[in-house]
């Protein structure tokens, strides 16, 4: 599978998940190692648990070296005091992460970013960002004129 395909499989994920997933944004997560997908998740319904939680659970051992596709920059906070999503990321081992768009969230905001380049993973990110944004447009514009 090539990056566009992932990254559209992690959007048709997010989509499942639209208007149900309270204040969180509607994320999709795929897992992806040796061409083969090894894990995928979406938020679940009411905002938790997170997409890249569900789709590590599912990659397990084989989340170390792969690639992970996810719609929206992973937190790298959370309110509940859980692991963020960047730390399981950096757990797992994953090598790569592509992101769809970044995430204005004070519990983000290019946080999730910076921590996971700052232990050597790779992030790329862009990649379909005006489909992820339309996808989570409430969010997006809740959380940028807070930040204004």
């Not at 208007?19 to 009411?46: F, H, M, Q, W």
Request: net charge negative; hydrophobic share 45%.
């Amino acid at each position: 599978m090539n990056d566009l395909d992932c990254m559209a499989r992690a959007l048709s994920l997010a989509s499942l998940g639209a208007g149900r997933t309270g204040d969180n944004p509607s994320v999709g997560c795929l897992i992806v190692k040796d061409g083969e997908v090894v894990g995928e998740g979406a938020t679940a319904e009411g905002g938790r648990p997170h997409a890249e939680e569900l789709a590590l659970a599912q990659a397990g051992e084989n989340a170390h070296g792969a690639t992970a596709y996810v719609t929206l920059e992973p937190c790298a906070k959370r309110s509940t005091g859980a692991r963020s999503c960047t730390d399981l990321l950096i757990q797992a081992g994953v090598a790569r992460v592509v992101i769809a768009a970044g995430d204005p969230h004070p519990f983000a905001a290019g946080a999730g970013v910076e921590r996971l380049r700052a232990v050597g993973v790779a992030v790329e990110s862009g990649l379909f960002e005006a489909e992820a944004r339309a996808l989570n447009a409430g969010f997006f514009a809740r959380w940028e004129a807070a930040s204004n």
